[in-house]
């Protein structure tokens, strides 16, 4: 069987209620009755959109390339792709929630919980997300605060501008506000734990949510790292993210990727557009919104870039 390529993933569009009806200038999308909250990147479900395994579900390429695709973890993460990317668009409060740990997710028939991180790739002046309780909030505290329809005033809430990094880990209750565009990159796993949601008709999860929710956690913005050429913004036992700023050039850009612990990276375009080239691989044109997924297997990869661009390079642990 020939390795595998680096390929672009078509995005996939989720309904939600809080979500909004035009996802411009983001994505070119005609938005139905229903408001579109999520743009997911590179769920189960999401299509290749280049070269020889086009129309093939991501699901599909793990299960006959896992190797190929996931390097030296590949044995770590055999159950499912490790990370799922996706842009959140809230024109609502989300709903308070919590998810489990890997230890409460096992028990459940899981292989692993949900930590996750929110790049905010914009955000208004009033935009502001909530990270667990307040100081000295106990949990009898939040049972009467859910009771009452008050929980939000015992809430943490800090503000987010555009560029932020926001880093959640598993246990930490939280909910997002309106006014931002939000990318987030997590473990792949859709285990949630709906605490609070403001009186809307929706099934809470009371029980759940206490057990799974821990009152100290290492959630919060993290603060940028230069290095080298690029910027981290986060990195956790999960997963690790990039900022990467490419300027025109007749010249395309060498990224080394292979190696006995090269990873599967996944290229999120924030801003520009370029075009990615591998060995063997027919170009991939790539712009603001869309997402290619640059196998472990590669030995380097190149950007030719059109114009100023900036990518967001997530990679699993």
Known sequence: ???????????????????????????????GEEPIGEVWLSGD???????????????????????????????????????????????????VQVHPDDAMARLHGEP????????????????KVALGFRAGVTQPE??????????????????????????????TVHTIGPGLVLLETQQNSDMTYRLYDYGRPRELHLEESFRAMHMQTQAGKVQPRAQGDSTLLVESPYFRVDRIALHPSAVSQPFPSGGPRAAVQLLFITSGSGTLHA????????????????????????????????ILRATPH
């Not at 395994?53 to 390339?65: E, I, R």
């Not at 692993?112 to 935009?127: I, R």
């Open 45 to 95: 479900h999401c299509v290749v959109d280049s070269g020889p395994l086009a129309g093939t579900p991501l699901a599909t390429v793990f299960a006959g390339h896992r190797e190929d695709l996931l390097g030296a973890d590949s044995m770590r993460h055999v159950e499912r792709f490790p990370l799922l990317m996706k842009v959140l668009f809230p024109q609502e409060k989300l709903s």
């Open 1 to 31: 069987m020939p390795a595998l390529l680096p390929f672009r993933l078509r995005p996939w569009f989720r309904t939600r209620v809080w979500g909004v009806h035009d996802l411009a200038p983001w994505y070119n999308y005609t938005v």
């Open 142 to 171: 939040i049972r009467t605060a859910i009771e009452q329809q008050t929980l939000e005033a015992l809430l943490h809430w800090i503000p987010v501008a555009r560029g932020d990094m926001i880093f959640v880990d598993a246990g």
């Open 279 to 310: 060995e063997g691989c027919d170009p991939i044109p790539l712009r603001r919104g869309e997402l290619a997924m640059v196998p472990a297997c590669t030995s380097v990869w190149q950007m030719e870039v059109s114009e100023h661009m900036e």
């Open 112 to 127: 692993h919980g949900k930590t996750e991180c929110w790049y905010a790739l914009d955000a208004t002046p009033d935009a």
